[in-house]
């Protein structure tokens, strides 16, 4: 019922949420990541069921939004102690956790994660909005999937109301030269009834 890949993406989102030692990241919830990947995901669906009738699409949002952060937790299990030193920054300076994960590491969790789901396999469509989620300028205009993701993302920080951190915004910019700038307000409203009825 849930589709191939989104049991590979499930398995693949515990498997890591499992080897996370949050004793060696203080501060850091992987409890609160998890929640957000899964709402960023049910965004995701929520706008592309709004923009196209083709299921396999719409599912491709989904299980995008879904993993979007998947780097993080790469990076979190496999270079704990430097990625601490990112947190810090981040929680320190304010400004979106891409940055300082570029800065530290030469890379971002975005680059990493949409590596990871290259190499496991999934549809090309979903490493490349993984990989776009924050720079949708990386992706083709034309790529649902990228599009989504990169409202969902923002919307589920803009409207979980979450105080303290700074996040990445929307690239108007993108959105205008896409053509899907008037499509905002809808999204937003949808995405606020969907966390109603949640």
Known sequence: MLGLEALKGLILGVHLLEQINEETLPGYSVQKLWEHCLQTGSFAKTIAALETEDDSLIEDCFISGMLHDMGKLVLATELSERYGK???????????????????????????????????????????????????????????????????????????????????????????????????????????QYLEQA
């Open 86 to 192: 990112v947190l810090e920054a981040t929680h320190g300076e304010g400004g979106p956790i891409a940055r300082f994960e570029q800065e530290e590491f030469g890379v971002d969790h975005a680059n990493v994660g949409a590596y990871l789901l290259g190499l496991w396999g999934f549809r090309a469509r979903v490493v490349e909005a993984v990989h776009g989620h924050h720079s949708p300028d990386r992706c083709r205009k034309d790529c649902l999937p990228t599009l989504t993701i990169h409202v969902a993302n923002v919307l589920q920080h803009e409207l979980s109301q979450v105080s303290g951190y700074s996040f990445s915004s929307l690239d108007q910019d993108w959105l205008e030269a896409a053509g899907w700038t008037d499509r905002l307000e809808v999204w937003r409203d949808a995405c606020k």
